[in-house]
């Protein structure tokens, strides 16, 4: 199972139960969790215990997801990484930047990716030669800047 740190354990595995919660959690993250017994056929009390252990667990976390351009981030992009050193120590230092939402190791012509998002092409130009470009091991970037938003789920359940 995959965790948010970026380190990974060997697991057992989710019971079809947990999958079947994971899911409709990811479908509707309000639903009560009456309502979810009644899907998975456990009582109020066992829903309540097992998203508890997924949370704990960091199996899954419930959040609410916006639309950046609805919320005043009017430009998303996908910037390439080509670093030097450490690579993990450069992504540790880019993850701390608030704009960027995701930051990923990677094999291929790129050595992190990093999506962000901005409140316009000027907040992505001081972004770019203010903060990512200069923390120390950023060799060379390239972005990719999101004319439109196709398709974003995060609904891909347990497969």
Not at 52 to 78: E, H, K, N
Not at 101 to 120: H, M, P, R
Request: aromatic content about 6%.
């Amino acid at each position: 199972m995959a965790r948010g740190n970026g380190t990974s354990t060997l697991s057992p595995g989710l019971d079809d139960v947990s999958k079947q919660l994971v899911e409709e959690l990811q479908r509707d993250g309000r639903r009560s969790y009456a309502d979810l017994a009644k899907s998975v056929g456990l009582s109020e009390a066992a829903v309540r215990q097992r998203v508890r252990r997924l949370l704990d667990d960091g199996v899954m976390q419930i959040v609410a997801v916006t639309d950046p351009a609805t919320v005043g981030f009017s430009r998303q992009a996908l910037v390439g990484i080509k670093a030097e050193g450490d690579l993990r120590e450069v992504a540790k230092r880019l993850s701390g930047l608030p704009e960027l939402e995701y930051v990923v190791l990677c094999a291929g012509s790129f050595d992190i990716l990093v999506e962000l998002v901005c409140e316009d092409d000027e907040h992505l130009l001081s972004l770019l030669d203010e903060s990512i470009r200069s923390v120390e091991g950023v060799r060379e970037t390239e972005t990719f800047i999101y004319l439109r938003l196709v398709k974003q789920t995060y609904a891909w359940g347990t497969r």
